[in-house]
């Protein structure tokens, strides 16, 4: 495993960290059962050297805190483990943002959360309102860094003034299939000692080679998902096709390679979700994937000309298929 190495943490970063908004959360569709093999990837992951693990308040109202909760009581994990948990900005107000840390660290049964993040910028109530109440968290120890989530680069660094110290980073969506961290929020974090934490970077298995136009995933969440649209597959052709053959140049997988593009850039993390143990293995063999700077620019140029479909076009196609079923 690699770790990030210019960023002030209390624990070792790994490049590589664990996405488990699929854990408890019915969207993804992988059944009750899951939560056994969701406790195997979390120890796992820890054995591999993933220290990063990403939870949500969100997810599964609850239960994928309570299930990393529960993983992470065997013996030796939890000091190992930098975790990662979210609010959900319903009216997050500093009393709020209190009352609803203290309830994550109960659900993941923890006296410190590393990483306590603002899930989505709130239109209304501005982080003046809401840094009060991580800062209170800070001071109280139960919470080590804060972070925010899908900020535009100006609201991060307004959050940075609100709170009056770094707010170590921004967790938004970043993959081949989705470039615009590239532009200004890498350098940010690089040129600041700040961590931009790369969510859907396998765009939900879009960038696997595993699906296509008439072999789609079926699940809520990838239902709604412009990325499985007949159309994106045909613009993404070219991407794929070069996904594909750098692959090939390093035997490994399309999906490690697409992680790999990630990690060439400084100061970034990426939290896949993964299914099985065994995609967690890839996944995290991925950081020792060295792309030469061809290779990633390649990867740029063909993503730059890949067009994903809007959010409608995946709703509406979503609502088709129910009235022809
Ligand atoms: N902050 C936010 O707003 C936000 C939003 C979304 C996600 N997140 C976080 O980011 C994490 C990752 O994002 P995500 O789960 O949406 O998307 P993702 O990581 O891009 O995709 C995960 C899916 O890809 C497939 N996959 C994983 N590893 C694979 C491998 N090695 N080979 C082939 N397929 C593989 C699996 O689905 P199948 O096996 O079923 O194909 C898995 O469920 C989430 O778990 C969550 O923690 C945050």
Known sequence: MRYLENV????????????????????????????AEAARIVVRA?????????????YGFGASERIVGDALREEGLREKVYVATKIFPFFPIAPVVVNRGKASAGRLGVERIDLYQVHQPNPLIKD??????????????????????????????????????????NQVEFSLAHMDPLDDLVPYAASQHRVVIAWSPLGQGFLSGRY???????????????????????????LLDTLREVAGNHGVTMSQTALAWLLHQPNVIAIPGASSVEQLERNAAAAEIDLADDEFAELTTQARAFHRPARTDALKASLARRLHR
Do not use: C, H
């Open 8 to 35: 002030p943490s209390e624990k070792p970063l790994s490049r590589i960290g664990l996405g488990t908004w699929q854990f408890g959360s019915k969207e993804w569709g992988y059944g009750d059962d899951f939560a």
């Open 46 to 58: 820890v054995e591999l050297g993933i220290s990063v693990v990403d939870t949500a308040e969100a």
């Open 128 to 169: 003046g309102q809401t840094m009060p109440g991580m800062r209170q968290l800070q001071d109280e120890g139960l919470v080590a860094d804060v972070g925010v989530s899908n900020y535009s680069l100006a609201r991060w660094k307004d959050a940075e003034r609100q709170l009056g110290s770094p707010v170590l980073s």
């Open 212 to 238: 296509d136009a008439d072999n789609r995933p079926a699940n809520g969440v990838r239902n709604m998902n412009p990325l499985f649209l007949p159309e994106s597959f045909e613009s993404a052709r070219g």
